[in-house]
């Protein structure tokens, strides 16, 4: 297992439900697209074990670059 990062935190307020890190990639603006490539809630900390891995797999979503399905 890879190194903790922590992604993003749970916010102190209803009116704020979290907070980025500065360890998140730059246009990651949506927890649950976070949670779909790999991110997980421990506790109040959204957090990835693979940091370079994520942020690759985030920029093929982000540029639209899935590669084709072959059916």
Sequence with gaps: MGE??????K???SMVKFR??????????????????GAVWEGPDLVVYDLEG????FEYYKNNTWLPDND
């Design 54 to 57: 994520f942020t690759q797999l």
């Design 11 to 13: 916010g102190d307020t």
């Design 4 to 9: 903790r990062v922590v992604l993003a935190q």
């Design 20 to 37: 980025w890190t500065e360890q998140a990639p730059q246009d990651l603006y949506d927890v649950e697209h976070a949670e779909e490539l």
